[in-house]
């Protein structure tokens, strides 16, 4: 199975960036399907982006579609989440997570399914 850990969280400003990494361990990482998931108190963790085994495809939630880009580097066993034009609505654990049986490419965009997942890392946009 794959170990999954999250970095690059931290505090920053309505309007500012962070890219959030998320290292792998495993051999099988390049056929898993990716995704990133968030977490704010009090709610249920929702989806963010997801990619592909081979980074061909990916998938934004709507709040953050424009604003969010989903990559990964199969060779650095990597997948990053660049945040940009970041909100307060932003505010929240960012966890990294593997599908280890993607279907094709299609793209699951709930929890179901994703099998691995980090230990999540904080990101708060305050001004």
């Known amino acids: 199975q794959v170990q999954l850990v999250e970095s690059g969280g931290g505090l920053v400003q309505p309007g500012g960036s962070l890219r959030l990494s998320c290292a792998a361990s495993?051999?099988?990482?390049?056929?898993?399907?990716m995704g990133w998931f968030r977490q704010s108190p009090g709610k249920e963790r929702e989806f963010a982006a997801a990619?592909?085994?081979?980074?061909?495809?990916?998938y934004y939630a709507d709040s953050v579609k424009g604003r969010f880009t989903i990559s990964r580097d199969n060779a650095k066993n990597s997948v990053y989440l660049q945040m940009d034009s970041l909100k307060a609505e932003d505010t929240a654990v960012y966890y990294c997570?593997?599908?280890?049986?993607?279907?094709?490419?299609?793209?699951?965009?709930?929890?179901?399914?994703?099998?691995?997942w980090g230990q999540g890392t904080q990101v708060t946009v305050s001004s």
């Open positions: 997570a593997a599908d280890p049986n993607p279907r094709g490419f299609r793209l699951r965009t709930g929890i179901e399914g994703y099998d691995y």
């Open positions: 495993g051999r099988a990482f390049s056929s898993y399907a």
């Open positions: 990619i592909t085994w081979n980074g061909g495809l990916t």
